[in-house]
């Protein structure tokens, strides 16, 4: 079983950056694949990015690429996501989750573990 623990969410200003975490609970983290989702309000839970185990492999959703990058450490037992150029479309509740689905899946369904959530405003 994987416990995840969101943190890095917070207020900024349009163009600003910030960069979240996803600590994970377990011994077997590295054989996870991590997706990012985010929910804005009155929406659906909608896919950001994911990352295989070795972080080779990397999907981003349309909106992100070139914004967004994801990585892993798996010393660390830890997923980021570095966001750059938000803008307040961004603004939304981020979860991660965790899957032994391959490949990396990008819908929410097929993630078996989730955190809490860290909220991200994106003031304009």
């Known amino acids: 079983q994987v416990q995840l623990v969101e943190s890095g969410g917070g207020l900024v200003q349009a163009g600003g950056s910030l960069r979240l975490s996803c600590l994970a609970s377990?011994?077997?983290?590295?054989?996870?694949?991590v997706g990012w989702f985010r929910r804005a309000p009155g929406k659906e839970r909608e896919f950001v990015s994911g990352?295989?185990?070795?972080?080779?492999?990397?999907y981003y959703a349309e909106f992100v690429k070139g914004r967004f990058t994801i990585s892993r450490d798996n010393a660390k037992n830890t997923v980021y996501l570095q966001m750059n150029s938000l803008g307040p479309e961004d603004t939304a509740v981020y979860y991660c989750?965790?899957?032994?689905?391959?490949?990396?899946?990008?819908?929410?369904?097929?993630?078996?573990?989730w955190g809490q959530g860290t909220q991200v405003t994106v003031s304009s």
């Open positions: 989750g965790a899957t032994l689905r391959v490949p990396v899946p990008q819908t929410y369904r097929e993630y078996d573990y």
């Open positions: 377990g011994r077997t983290f590295n054989r996870y694949i």
């Open positions: 990352i295989g185990w070795s972080a080779g492999t990397t």
